[in-house]
């Protein structure tokens, strides 16, 4: 199943949750929105869920109005943040929820439900919790059998809304590796929502970026960490040395020093110059782009991380290998192994 | 532990024991002839049926009521909200004074419906609408918490698995708010047989039509047959405490299903 959103607005007051959003998402893959809070990527999949409507846009199934039916034509599979199961019910009942509600003419008979929840409480590997209520399940196995209900309608898509964000960091951790192996198992079209880049980089195949209401950037996981679109995409999916920087007459400044770096093809006036991290290369003195004096050093795992004063007057962070010597009161010259520049 | 036995014991059981010892004064042929009496019987007939009636109603006009209240902002819902409590504040006997005016033949409501040819006012359809007034906010009340803690996301997940309004109704929330429903009926209909204040003024007190069983024990005391009316007080009470402890166990085997959070 394709999904193809065009031109989506949705206001909630004077705040536009979606600003005119587009996206195409291709059959059976597993695509993440990710996106700070507040940046319009819950609006958008409850649009495309039917749980939310739009103000003007379309949104189309494999070519086809979805905008058209309500969230119960759709046969769109959603798993809330919070679980929402029923908690009167029995998490075998649970599962079977959307089969018994099926109309006369196609519901399956009593066996045939039976098997297929068994079947898929295997899939999620919970069958020995059939007869337990939501109540007394952990988080995550609470989140497993949300997500096994949804799957019962043989959901046309499905839809994940924070999946993990109620969990705790290891539940979370092993849910995401379960989630795609999940996924490779039964090829239906999904997106989840998510707001922490660990996971969208992890889990998904394609990962849209998406900020106050419009898409910033979409790409694969190792298309946004590395070739960023925009400053936001850079300053949100992993952390970024931000530097104010001043382009004019062919050079780079920053402050009053002039930078050692290519100044082609770029609008003159302010700018600034993003680089991760880890990008920051550590030489002697003089000879990189900048120079600073090493303020303090901790190790952080496998890097450590030092304080260093920039000349120009700015104090950034850098992360260097462990075995790189580095003590407090060092001057270091510190070059941009790879860095991009983003005006404004 | 020690403290609430005593409290309890002084407060409500040494009360009802005192009750029991009062009624144990006359022989088991006398009680039977009090309760048998066709006045006896008829009381507590219009007291439990017209209590229970009255109690349905307000079980299924207070759901209406307290899902408008929780589910929807609309203007003066605080307003509304607050009215919810004036039976519970208001003095008995106002509210009776109060229903039994506007239900009078020249009532604002009683003048239309006695066009219509239903009297209200001092008769049995009058003590019924003073046990619905008295009743109503008990259910609002119990079921009120309940919804509000009720995630509506419950109803879009039974909505995108492919049930109808109807199904997630039936299904899914009117289970999730039956031990509260139960506890709601069975509040209003103990206010409901109790009532006596409200209830008076609009009932006409026609011995056998529209005579309440407080009434009667009332009546009976200031005859000063006071066996009599001990009699009639512990049938009220027993049958009371059988409809409670039912009730309860319904709510029990009800809540049993949905464990504690």
Known sequence: MTIEVKNLVKKFGSFAALDGVDLKVNDGELLAL???????????LRIIAGLDWPDSGEVSFNGEDALAQGARERHV?????HYALFRHMTVFENVAFGLRVQPRAVRKDEAAIRSRVKELLDLVQLDWLADRYPSQLSGGQRQRIALARALA???????LDEPFGALDAKVRKELRKWLRSLHHEIHVTSIFVTHDQEEALEVANRVVVMDK????QIGSPDDVY??????????FIGESIVLPIQIGDGAIRLGDRQLDLAADGLAPGASKLFVRRHDMLVGPPGSGAFEGAVQHVRNFGPVQRAEV???GGETIEIDAPRDKELRAGDTIGLNPRRYRIFAG | MGLTLSWLSVIILIPLAGLFLRSLELSPEQFWNILSSRRTLNALRVSFGLA???ACVNLVMGSIIVWALVRYRFPGRRIFDAIVDVPFALPTAVAGVALTALFAEKGWLGAPLAALGLKVAFTPVGIFVAMIFIGIPFVVRTVQPVLQDLDPEIEEAAGSLGASRLQTIVRV??????PALLTGLALAFARAVGEYGSVIFIAGNLPNVSEIAPLLIVIRLSEFRYADATAIAVVMLVVSFVIIFAVNRLQRWAQSRIPAR
């Open chain 1, 34 to 44: 990710l996106g700070p809070s507040g940046s319009g990527k819950t609006t958008l």
């Open chain 1, 77 to 81: 599979g959603f798993v809330f943040q």
């Open chain 1, 153 to 159: 309608i043989e959901p046309r898509i499905l839809l």
């Open chain 1, 213 to 216: 209401g419009r898409i910033e």
């Open chain 1, 226 to 235: 590395d070739n960023p679109a925009t400053a936001f995409v850079h300053g």
């Open chain 1, 309 to 311: 004063a920039l000349s």
């Open chain 2, 52 to 54: 229970f009636a009255a």
């Open chain 2, 173 to 178: 929330i009117l289970p999730s708010l039956a």
